[in-house]
C-alpha cells in the first residue's frame, strides 16, 4: 500500500516536524544519493535541505510504503499547468516496485486540483544529468519521453562544470497508457 502525504501548514502547523525533513536528507546521505539528487552541490546539509523544503519555492511530498518512506519527491518551477518534477528513491526501495513508487507519485500529481477543484498539472518535466543514465532509465520505464539533450544545462559539483542534461516530459495520457 502507497501513502503519499505533502509537507504543508495546515492551520499554523506543519504535516512533518523540522527534525523528520532534517533526517529524510540525512537519509539521502546514508545511502550515498545526496551528491546525485543535488549534484549541483547547493544542498549540503540537512539545514540546507529544510530551507531548501520549508521556505524556497518547492512542493514536497513524502511517499510511504508499509515499510516507511520509500521515496520523496517535489514539485518547482510551475508555469500555468506544468511544473518540473524531482524524485528520489530510497535503496531500501529499489527494484521490483520501483516502477510503481514513481507511477504512483506521478498520478498523484496529476491529481491535485486547486481550490476549486480544478487540475493543476498537465504536463510534468524533468531535468536530469546525462551522466546519470540509471536514473534516466528508471524515469522511461515510469512513462517520462525523452524530448532530447541539452548542452551544459546543469551544473555539475564534482565536475566544477556544466554538464548535459536530459529533457523530459510526462503527459495525464503517457502514463495512462504505460
Known amino acids: 500500500m502507497l501513502k503519499i502525504i505533502p509537507y504543508i501548514e495546515i ?14 536528507y540525512s537519509r539521502m546521505v546514508d545511502d550515498n544519493l545526496e551528491s546525485i539528487v543535488f549534484s549541483d552541490g ?3 546539509t540537512p539545514d540546507d535541505f529544510l530551507a531548501f523544503m520549508k521556505y524556497g519555492p ?8 508499509e ?6 519527491l517535489w514539485l518547482n518551477r510551475i ?5 518540473y518534477a524531482h ?9 521490483e516496485g520501483s516502477v510503481d513508487i514513481g ?18 498539472f498537465e504536463t510534468i518535466l524533468g531535468l536530469i544529468p546525462a551522466w546519470n ?3 534516466i532509465g528508471w524515469l522511461k520505464k515510469v512513462g517520462l519521453v525523452e524530448v532530447g539533450r541539452i548542452p551544459n544545462a546543469l551544473w555539475s559539483a564534482t565536475l566544477n562544470k556544466s554538464t548535459e542534461g536530459v529533457l523530459m516530459y510526462l503527459t495525464r495520457d503517457i502514463l495512462e497508457e504505460v
Open 11 to 24: 492551520d499554523g502547523i506543519r504535516t512533518f516536524t523540522d527534525s523528520f525533513i532534517r533526517d529524510v
Open 133 to 135: 543514465t540509471t536514473g
Open 87 to 95: 524524485f528520489c528513491g530510497f535503496k531500501d526501495s529499489w527494484g
Open 58 to 65: 518547492n512542493y514536497l511530498f513524502i511517499i510511504e510504503t
Open 42 to 44: 547547493n544542498i549540503k
Open 79 to 83: 508555469l500555468d499547468r506544468t511544473c
Open 67 to 72: 515499510s516507511g518512506v520509500a521515496a520523496i
Open 103 to 120: 507511477r504512483f507519485a506521478m498520478d498523484h500529481v496529476f491529481n491535485v486540483t486547486d481550490d476549486f477543484g480544478k487540475v493543476c
